[in-house]
């Protein structure tokens, strides 16, 4: 999602039933926008899913090759009510900013807005100035990665954080005494949004934002630690190459998975010989932790 002229977005939601929420989020990441919002609604098995596209972006178009993907994986959904709406960038982050509240992470972490001057005692602060980029400490799938990596000791390693959104995972890593985070995300808005966390937080000399995907980590990098907190569609083909650029004795946290994910990720796990992981469960959610021994 790139910033655009004049600041507007489209802001477009649909409600489906849950079972469906992975093929189409998976669409709509591969064919329209890198991050989206799910939420589950209270009363019955369906979920809304939510994104932005930036106004200068073939929206029609795309909207239209979603609604047609719809139909065709499920045939109750051929009139099904796409809901869109033309926001202006700041009026989004205005509201957003007044629902933004501190969350706090298994015992040592609190993930809080810039402007919350409350201490939280004995907690490491990770400052998240909330934009469009997903990271914000309130999803399943962030509180599960920060969780696990409490656990690690991240003194004086080098770290790979794929996908990295608003940069919290980068920033947490840092913070407890990673000597090196490159961080890296396909949406643009990801990179500017990390770089102003990255300053924010007084971690800018250990963390670097860069546009792109796994591909475009140069060849000789290798991490100690390795983490990604994106969608089970772009985890598993990726996991053999995730162990190559692990160091041996390095760990891989990987997360934005779903209880139904797991008999692939194990698969995968296993065909690249990583055989020791262990669990998380947060409501449907899971992340894994995989050591390379
Ligand atoms: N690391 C953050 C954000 C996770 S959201 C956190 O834990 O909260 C997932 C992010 O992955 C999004 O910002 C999305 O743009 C990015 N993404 C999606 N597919 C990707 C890919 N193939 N390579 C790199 N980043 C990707």
Known sequence: ??????????????????????????????????????????????????????DQVDVDSRVAGLSRYLAEINSNYESINLRRKRIKDLDWIEAYKKSVVPVLIGNSIVVKPPWDTETYSGRLEVLIEPKMAFGTGCHETTRGSLAMLEKVDLSSKTVLDLGCGSGVLSIYAAKRGAANVVGYDIDPLAIENSTENFAINEVEAKCRAYLGSLDDVPGDLRFDIIVVNIIKAVIVPII????????????????????QDREDIETALKAAGLNSFEIRHDNKWVTYRIDKK
């Open 1 to 54: 999602m790139a910033q655009n002229e004049f600041g507007y977005y489209h802001e477009i939601s649909l409600t489906i039933s849950s079972p469906d929420v992975e093929p189409v989020s998976d669409y709509i990441i591969e064919n329209i926008c890198g991050s989206l919002l799910l939420e589950d609604e209270d009363e019955d098995s369906r979920t809304t899913i939510r994104f932005y596209v930036a």
């Open 240 to 259: 053999g190459d995730l162990n190559e650029r692990l160091n041996l004795g390095g760990v891989i946290i990987l997360s934005g998975l779903l209880d």
